[in-house]
């Protein structure tokens, strides 16, 4: 069964330092998603994407956060100056009929 | 916005026993889906059963059935004959039939006793 990759599975990063999160699509999916989960709470939206363009995103998803779509299969999460408050499970989604999600990057900043 | 409660924070059943979680949603569409998802301690999101808004018979997976009440916005999981692998968190999500956002619940810890 096709599956939503993502990359690292676990990254650890010092507060203020970029850090990109990966995730490879199921292949003819159109939509992709990241989603956050910290710590003991629900998980919670961020960001769609459609047509190489964000097509919805939440008041989570400040400038401090852009997705990128770079070739024709990997999509991109980017924190730019990581915050403690950052440190979450984050999880890539894509769809087209069905809707998958990938195994998460739990990303710690220290 | 769409919201959903789950307003048992753990449950606990034995093991071959029965249990059932439950879930509320609140929204103002008819076309929408429901899920289960269950979360081991790896954390990974798997899908345990789905359930469309227009079908009026409830979905079944193996053990796990749901019972969708619409006019109460009820979807509540049963579990049949648990299993010690079952133990994990359970998420109930909603998600708008033309929107393509997930909305989840707060999670409920299930621990199944041997």
């Known amino acids: 069964e096709p599956e939503v990759t993502q990359t690292p599975s676990h990254q650890v990063t010092q507060m203020g330092q970029e850090v990109i999160l990966r995730c490879v699509p199921i292949?003819?999916?159109?939509?992709f998603y990241w989603y956050r989960q910290i710590l003991g709470q629900k998980v919670e939206f961020l960001v769609s994407?459609?047509?190489?363009?964000?097509?919805?995103k939440s008041e989570i998803f400040d400038d401090q956060f852009s997705v990128e779509r770079p070739d024709g299969s990997n999509f991109t999460l980017k924190i730019r100056s990581t915050k403690l408050e950052d440190s979450a499970m984050y999880f890539c989604?894509?769809?087209?009929?069905?809707?998958?999600f990938g195994s998460g990057t739990r990303l710690t900043v220290v | 916005a769409q919201t959903v409660t789950q307003s048992q924070p753990e449950m606990s059943v034995q093991e071959a026993e029965t249990v059932t979680l439950s879930c509320t949603y609140d929204?103002?569409?008819?076309?929408?889906?429901l899920f289960w998802y269950k979360q081991p301690p790896s954390r990974q999101m798997i899908l345990v059963i789905r359930?469309?808004?227009?079908?009026?018979q409830n979905a079944t997976e193996n053990r796990f059935s749901v019972n969708f009440q619409k006019a109460a916005k009820s979807f509540s999981l049963k579990i049949s004959d648990s299993q010690l692998g079952d133990a994990a968190m359970y998420f109930c999500?909603?998600?708008?039939?033309?929107?393509?956002?997930?909305?989840f619940g707060t999670g409920t810890s299930l621990t199944v006793i041997p």
């Open positions: 989604a894509s769809s087209y009929y069905g809707y998958t």
């Open positions: 292949s003819n999916h159109l939509y």
């Open positions: 994407f459609y047509n190489n363009e964000i097509s919805e």
């Open positions: 929204t103002s569409e008819s076309d929408y889906y």
């Open positions: 359930q469309e808004a227009y079908k009026q």
């Open positions: 999500a909603y998600r708008s039939g033309t929107g393509n956002q997930f909305y």
